[in-house]
């Protein structure tokens, strides 16, 4: 919409004047942005579309300290949470107007675990994997002994040591994490004893 300039009609009765004086209403500008994807898991990298108009400055506040007066700015939100983005848009004449839009950012799953193993009195040996990952609901398990399990706290029989563990973990989000580790596993010693020929006259001390 343009600008529409009005005219003020003041009569002043003692001299029967009538005075006309234009007064300008200009138009406030129209906030507006859209963003395509406002779910995301950590870290979430966002870029709105500015669709503002009749402005000539920009202010975005992303909700978690960061600011910028880009037209289109990006942004990276680290953290998880929920935060409210805001546009604010000024024109020459110090017109304004606002909009905003929240942005919600999962967590990724933070996976680990312990361990606890039999007494190391034979071979193999039973390993348990007691899962202490939060931020995840489903669990993908890979040993290099060719062992695979989708439990959320595993078990497997080990003969020897290190047991190469890689653990794959999920959230409802869609979030993912990978972790791959090596863990000491004990198991009973092969213990060899020999006694080497021996010859001499008695008493004889070996």
Not at 38 to 64: A, I
Not at 116 to 126: A, G
Request: proline share 7%.
């Amino acid at each position: 919409m343009r600008d529409k300039t009005c005219f003020i009609q003041m009569a002043i009765t003692k001299t029967k004047a009538t005075i006309f004086h234009p007064v300008t209403v200009r138009n406030i500008p129209a906030a507006m942005a859209q963003l395509d994807n406002k779910n995301g898991c950590e870290p979430f990298s966002v870029q709105p579309v500015n669709l503002c108009t009749g402005g000539g400055f920009y202010l975005w506040d992303f909700g978690d300290g960061a600011t910028s007066i880009q037209v289109s700015p990006e942004h990276t939100y680290t953290n998880e949470g929920q935060y409210r983005m805001q546009l604010k848009v000024v024109d020459e004449y110090g017109c304004q107007d606002t909009c905003s839009s929240y942005v919600t950012v999962h967590p990724n799953p933070d996976l680990s675990f312990n361990i606890l193993q039999d007494p190391p009195c034979h071979s193999p040996v039973t390993v348990s994997f007691s899962n202490t990952t939060v931020y995840a609901d489903a669990y993908e398990w890979t040993f290099d002994n060719g062992v695979h399990s989708t439990s959320i706290s595993p078990a497997v029989s080990v003969g020897s040591g290190p047991l190469g563990v890689h653990l794959f973990g999920t959230n409802m989000f869609g979030c993912e994490a990978i972790l791959d580790t090596l863990v000491a596993v004990y198991s009973q010693p092969n213990i060899e004893a020999f006694t080497a020929e021996q010859i001499g006259c008695a008493p004889f001390m070996a």
